[in-house]
């Protein structure tokens, strides 16, 4: 199995309050992607990274930010958290120099924003 | 929005049978993945094509790719309880970003 993972797994907060996840890798994969998964949506690019400090928007990326400083961790944050941004978060890492290559992904993360 | 569409949306068959998800896209792509999540979990990769590909085996998988009518199909030979799982088909273009369907729900039913 591929060397990531996500903190935390469960997370409950209120609406309004900000919210980090967190995606670690043991594998020193140059790219790295934030997904959501909600149903009837399948899984939604949210941001993704491809080297430290390179970072680029995905499909849904509106109300989040993230952050890469080093090569194994990349963040992302909810600045403020709203109801629709409850959902599982997904981390994934691809191989090698490549885009092309495939996904190796985290446990998820469950967010929950009452 | 979503690239690839999965169909059918949920499949039940019995031990033993074939399972067959189709996955359908709109724009040109460099390759097309399958992935596998059981419920509450990751997604695991199962396969990957090319678009210079047209048929791939892995195992009981049987991936076809049809450019012409930008749809692939995945097959699972022989299916077990074990493959009860949703199965996503996930397309990258020119960017090589995988997007993803909604995906298949899979019940084997022993």
């Known amino acids: 199995d591929a060397g990531i993972t996500q903190s935390p797994r469960h997370k409950v907060t209120e609406t309004g309050t900000p919210v980090t996840l967190r995606c670690h890798q043991t594998e020193n994969h140059r790219y790295m992607y934030w997904y959501r998964q909600d149903p009837g949506h399948g899984l939604r690019l949210i941001h993704y990274?491809?080297?430290?400090?390179?970072?680029d928007k995905g499909e849904v990326s509106d109300g989040y930010s993230v952050s890469r400083s080093k090569t194994e961790d990349f963040l992302l944050t909810l600045e403020s958290a709203t109801s629709s941004q409850t959902s599982v978060y997904f981390c994934a890492i691809s191989e090698a120099d490549s885009h092309s290559g495939e996904l190796f992904f985290g446990e998820g993360s469950r967010l929950t924003v009452l | 929005s979503q690239q690839g569409e999965e169909d059918p949306q949920a499949l039940s068959i019995q031990e033993g049978e074939n399972a067959t998800m189709n996955c359908s896209y709109k724009?040109?792509?460099?390759?097309l993945q399958w992935y596998r999540q059981n419920s509450g979990r990751g997604l695991v990769h199962l396969i990957l094509?090319?678009?210079?590909?047209r048929e791939k085996h892995s195992g009981r998988l049987r991936v076809t790719l049809d450019t012409s009518k930008k749809s692939s199909s995945l097959l699972i030979t022989a299916s077990r309880a074990a493959d009860t799982a949703s199965y996503f088909c996930a397309t990258a273009g020119g960017s090589y970003i995988p997007t993803f369907g909604r995906g298949t729900s899979l019940i084997v039913h022993p």
């Open positions: 094509i090319r678009s210079n590909e």
């Open positions: 990274s491809y080297g430290v400090k390179d970072t």
């Open positions: 724009t040109s792509i460099n390759n």
